[in-house]
């Protein structure tokens, strides 16, 4: 099984901060990973596929990068809506696995 | 609009059996393959399956195979979860999500959850 691991587990920033957050694997899965957002009460939102795709509807301040084992999102510039929790996923094999999350809080 | 809704959650006792059911709408549901996901109270999120587009080819993780079943009917867009031989630690939200595109193993949209309790 691969494990993904996100760093930090909390952020703390202010809005219009930029935010990176980590993820990395435990072996290298490529290019196939993806990362959510969640909030309170909701279920996960995709964000980004592929390591750099962003969804459908998903604003141009949400990007991905890496490859191989790591991973970064970065948020450019923290809107109030943002604050929230954030995975990663691979499908690097079909026994897919989530990262532990990274909790982005206002400062 | 496309949506999907869970149902069949509620209370089980360890040991005990149930079956969770996803209804699809809004989009061609036999053309996509399908994801249960759940996550504990508090906890993140836990992949639990995934069902090809025509129901062919199944993957599961290590902590439910064997004790789940994942299936669906695509003559009435429902996808379901068989869940056998609960344990307390089972309690969950659990989603159900369709995949991005096909099997890209990523699910582009997710139900609301249904709630299972595993307890005495």
């Known amino acids: 099984e691969i494990v993904l691991t996100q760093s930090p587990a909390t952020l703390s920033l202010s809005p219009g901060e930029r935010a990176t957050l980590s993820c990395r694997a435990s072996?290298?899965?490529?290019?196939?990973l993806a990362w959510y957002q969640q909030k309170p009460g909701q279920a996960p939102r995709l964000l980004i596929y592929?390591?750099?795709n962003r969804a459908t509807g998903i604003p141009g301040r949400f990007s991905g990068g890496g490859s191989g084992t790591d991973f970064t999102l970065t948020i450019s510039s923290l809107e109030p809506e943002d604050f929230a929790v954030y995975y990663c996923?691979?499908?690097?094999?079909?026994?897919?696995?989530f990262g532990g999350g990274t909790t982005v809080e206002i400062k | 609009q496309v949506h999907l809704v869970e149902s069949g959650g509620g209370v089980v006792q360890p040991g005990g059996s149930l079956r969770l059911s996803c209804e699809a709408s809004?989009?061609?549901?036999?053309?996509?393959?399908m994801h249960w996901v759940r996550q504990a109270p508090g906890k993140g999120l836990e992949w639990l399956a995934i069902?090809?587009?025509?129901?062919?080819?199944?993957y599961y993780a290590d902590s439910v195979k064997g004790r789940f079943i994942i299936s669906r009917d695509n003559s009435k867009n429902i996808l379901y979860l068989e869940m056998n031989s609960l344990r307390a630690e089972e309690t969950a939200v659990y989603y159900c999500?369709?995949?991005?595109?096909?099997?890209?193993?990523?699910?582009?949209?997710w139900g609301q959850g249904a709630l299972v309790t595993v307890s005495s």
């Open positions: 072996q290298s899965v490529s290019r196939y």
């Open positions: 999500a369709r995949d991005l595109y096909g099997r890209s193993g990523f699910s582009d949209l």
């Open positions: 996923q691979h499908r690097s094999t079909w026994l897919l696995t």
């Open positions: 592929d390591a750099s």
């Open positions: 069902i090809w587009y025509d129901g062919t080819t199944k």
């Open positions: 809004g989009f061609s549901f036999s053309s996509y393959g």
